[in-house]
């Protein structure tokens, strides 16, 4: 006998998201614009939505707070 393609083709575990990286990965993003030259309280303040969105365009970022 032989072993079909159906069987080799199991599915595997997907890897989760663990709480521990989403929490580095979120104080990585705060640093990454408090680097960019915003306010550490102003960063405080933004959500996660907010603190994304402002990443997606660093060099506006980085101009707006330059001149302020």
């Known amino acids: ?3 079909r393609r159906k069987y080799l083709k199991t599915h595997l ?3 989760r998201k ?3 990286a989403k929490t580095r990965r979120r104080l990585e993003q705060r640093r990454r614009l ?3 030259g915003m306010d550490e309280a102003t960063v405080n303040r933004l959500n996660t939505r907010e603190v994304l969105d ?3 365009r660093p060099a ?3 101009a707006e707070f330059a001149s302020a």
Do not use: D, N, W
């Open 1 to 3: 006998m032989r072993t």
């Open 13 to 15: 575990t997907r890897p």
């Open 18 to 20: 663990s709480g521990a």
């Open 34 to 36: 408090v680097a960019l």
């Open 54 to 56: 402002k990443l997606k």
């Open 60 to 62: 506006k970022v980085a």
